[in-house]
């Protein structure tokens, strides 16, 4: 959609940002290989040492977290000039948004017109919000403007509008016929761009642990020590994440101005362009990730085998490391400063969030139970039985029945958001994401351990009196050990996301060279295409991540 850009790259603008890519990957996959090692410390050290009291109550549920998938017709606005026309959309289960000519093509297997993953979208259902952020985008005097210039969003008044908005990526408009579709396609939407974008986070995986902690270490050598959404994606559109927002003050400083027509045009210009860079950079990173892949792999099994063997003496020189550390008094002094005053209102808000969280969800999960009891007492007919049973073992993947749980997560994202000012904490969105993650992962739990213990005790000697009264005790056992697991995980998330929010505010007191460097390293910006900003070589503090206590410790 929107004109194209009046300057698209050239050949000398690609190489450049292939430069750019080289020079992130060079100075970022030394972190990551130290990151690797620590991360593998910290599974071993885990399997071996002792196992909390109380563990998990619920089974853990087999079926992978996904996106239920939806489709039907929307209306689009593309081509160029830009106008709306109709298309048959397609979200697919892994978060892929798929669009086709006609419904047809889409079953005969046809190629889409195109696709885009999810990761980083916003949707938006306003259209006045929406013209609101392109005027931001390339903002103009009332002089600039032109006389009766072409606005095909405002030629055609939306009613029911689907907006899905990038900060590095071309926009996509949509609309739907009625306000029920909209809702539909908002809530699955909505749900695939968690699931791209948490991808990381989810992963228990010591190779995806050590990518978050080496792109957090990666930014610190920049000076960006507060937390922040960048790490939300896969690994290749991090990267791609964290070198835009380096290359955006140079790009937005010699391209806006040179961008012409009227307001809204320019900003869709913008957009493109932004997402010719962004293409470019992703399909680099991905490359440069893919070629480390195989010595990530050999580096793998290599740490495994030595780290095991030698992990009682690594672990007590750790400890020794980290008394030291407990023992420094600038630590002590900021964190008795600064960080107790905020401690107790912080872990308040984030308790107050997941409590809302799990009361929602069980609440739910009580409500889905007690309806397959009733229709047991009921005498309902198998066909219909087994259609309760399919549509009680699909509420966690059901965006409209676990809307409520995931809008008690997004009512707090306003309190949390206060968390700005005082430690520069920007990662809202994905203490949210985490949040509505959690509410997933546990009603999928309950409902897989709910299903198995009905299973167990249900026989076709039992009649429908019967077998109600076994699927009520099954109730009591399964809130139980919902409860007991939502207390641990509720634990586990707050002790978590404090370390997130106060660790890198801690660091940034105790290194305010960081600062220099960053302000150094922003200086160095040229006025002029191609872009040439290189990421600030110095040390590496690997060592200092070894050393500091894991989630688990605190």
Not at 505 to 516: M, S
Request: charged residues 20%; contains cysteine.
């Amino acid at each position: 959609m929107g004109g194209r850009p009046s300057s698209p790259l050239d050949k000398q603008q690609q190489q450049h940002l292939k430069g750019q890519v080289d020079t992130l990957l060079r100075n970022f996959l030394p972190c990551y290989r130290g990151q690797l090692a620590a991360s593998v410390l910290q599974q071993i050290s885990q399997e071996l040492g002792p196992r909390e009291p109380a563990g998990c109550q619920l089974m853990r549920s087999k079926k992978l977290p996904r996106v239920r998938e939806h489709r039907g017709p929307l209306t689009q606005l593309g081509g160029h000039p830009p106008r709306w026309q109709p298309i048959f959309c397609v979200l697919r289960g892994d978060g892929r948004l798929e669009w086709f000519s006609h419904r047809e093509e889409y079953e005969n297997g046809g190629h889409p017109l195109g696709s885009m993953a999810l990761t980083g979208y916003t949707v938006l259902t306003s259209q006045r919000e929406y013209l609101r952020l392109l005027d931001t985008l390339c903002p103009v005097s009332s002089g600039e403007r032109t006389q009766g210039e072409s606005d095909p969003l405002l030629e055609m008044p939306v009613h029911f509008p689907l907006f899905l908005q990038h900060p590095f990526r071309r926009h996509l408009c949509f609309s739907a016929a009625t306000g029920e579709v909209q809702r539909a396609w908002r809530l699955a939407l909505q749900g695939g761009i968690r699931l791209c974008g948490t991808v990381l986070q989810r992963s228990q995986a010591p190779a995806a642990r050590a990518f978050l902690d080496a792109v957090r270490l990666y930014r610190q050598h920049q000076g960006h020590f507060g937390d922040d959404d960048v790490t939300l994606g896969s690994d290749a559109e991090v990267l791609t994440g964290v070198l835009m927002r380096e290359l955006l003050p140079a790009l937005r400083a010699q391209t806006l101005p040179g961008l012409r027509g009227a307001s809204r045009n320019r900003a869709w210009a913008w957009t493109e362009l932004l997402d010719a860079v962004h293409a470019a950079v992703l399909a680099g990173a991905s490359a440069g990730l893919r070629a480390f892949q195989p010595e990530k792999d050999e580096l793998l099994a290599v740490l495994e085998k030595t780290i095991r063997p030698d992990v009682d003496q690594i672990l007590r020189q750790r400890g020794r490391l980290v008394g030291r550390l407990q023992g420094e008094r600038p630590l002590e002094s900021c964190l008795r400063g600064k960080v107790d005053a905020q401690l107790s209102l912080v872990t308040q808000k984030l308790l107050s969030t997941t409590e809302a969280v799990l009361l929602a969800v069980q609440s739910l999960l009580a409500q889905g139970m007690d309806r397959l009891s009733r229709h047991l007492r009921g005498s309902s007919s198998g066909t219909q039985l087994r259609k309760e049973v399919y549509s009680f073992g699909e509420m966690p993947w059901d965006p409209e029945l676990m809307q409520t749980c995931y809008c008690e997560a997004e009512r707090s994202q306003g309190r949390l958001g206060q968390l700005v000012v005082p430690f520069g904490f920007f990662g809202t969105q994905s203490l949210v994401f985490g949040a509505q993650d959690l509410a997933q992962q546990l009603m999928a739990d309950a409902v897989a351990t709910f299903l198995h213990l009905a299973d167990q005790c249900l026989t076709t000697a039992l009649d429908c009196t019967q077998a109600a009264q076994r699927l009520e005790k099954v109730r009591g056992r399964v809130l139980k050990k919902f409860q007991s697991d939502g207390s641990s995980a509720q634990r586990k998330f707050v002790r978590g996301w404090l370390l997130c929010i106060f660790l890198p505010f801690a660091l940034r007191q105790l290194e305010e060279g960081c600062k220099v460097v960053s302000d150094g390293a922003r200086a160095q910006f040229p006025p002029i295409l191609p872009w040439s900003f290189q990421p600030p070589r110095g040390e590496r503090y690997s060592s200092l991540f070894l050393t500091l206590p894991s989630n688990s410790d605190f």
